[in-house]
């Protein structure tokens, strides 16, 4: 069970930490396991147990099911969750906290391994990544909403300056010029081909 985050536990009013949510202001979120009794998947009644709790690996909070976490990938914001045909877990996040872009993680489940994660891809600045398919040919992932910046509006999709960048869609590939070229997200280095092709369009 994926509980992607809550700034909010162990906070002003937010609800207090408990074992299953031992952060306050949880930015990364954690992965819960559930083991049926029995192992049975009819039963009705099932145990529970923290199986990642997320973030940088170096954080003394986080925890990746007792595996070496000098190993790990730093996780955050755990969203969608998939399975393949091996019993690896696949998690797919949403709203990294740690400041990278959100992608698909590999998780073993079992044996030596278990707790091992990996990154697998990563999704376009500004979006999640959603709706993993695991199979034994190939790998999908749904990127949602790249190029998502909460202040931008369409009118500042092609304008430049200091104003502009902090309204304007974290990337603006491929409406307006081609895939963005290395710049300072103030000088707007790449507008002038933005411009020409939204004066075409």
């Known amino acids: ?87 690896n877990l696949w998690i797919a996040t949403d709203g990294n906290a740690l400041g990278f872009n959100d992608g698909l993680y590999g998780v073993a489940l079992v044996g030596e391994q278990r707790g091992h994660t990996k990154l697998f891809c990563t999704v376009p600045v500004g979006a999640e990544a959603c709706g993993p398919v695991i199979t034994e040919r190939f790998v999908l992932v749904s990127p949602q909403h790249p190029g998502e910046n909460d202040e931008a509006s369409i009118e500042n999709r092609c304008r430049t300056g200091r104003t502009a960048a902090a309204t304007s869609p974290a990337r603006r590939w491929p409406r307006c010029g081609g895939p963005p070229a290395a710049r300072s997200a103030a000088d707007g280095a790449d507008a002038p081909a933005c411009r020409a092709r939204a004066t075409t369009a």
């Not at 099932?46 to 790990?72: H, I, M, N």
């Open 1 to 87: 069970m994926a509980m992607t985050n809550n700034d909010e536990r162990g906070v002003a009013d937010g609800a207090p930490v408990d074992e299953a949510n031992p952060r306050v202001d949880n930015k990364h979120g954690q992965v819960v396991e559930l083991t049926e009794d029995d192992n049975d998947p009819l039963a009705t009644s099932f145990a529970w147990r923290l199986f990642l709790v997320c973030g940088d690996p170096e954080d003394t909070s986080t925890y990746f099911a007792g595996f070496d976490k000098s190993q790990v990938s730093p996780i955050s914001c755990p969203d969608n969750l998939a399975f393949d045909r091996y019993g």
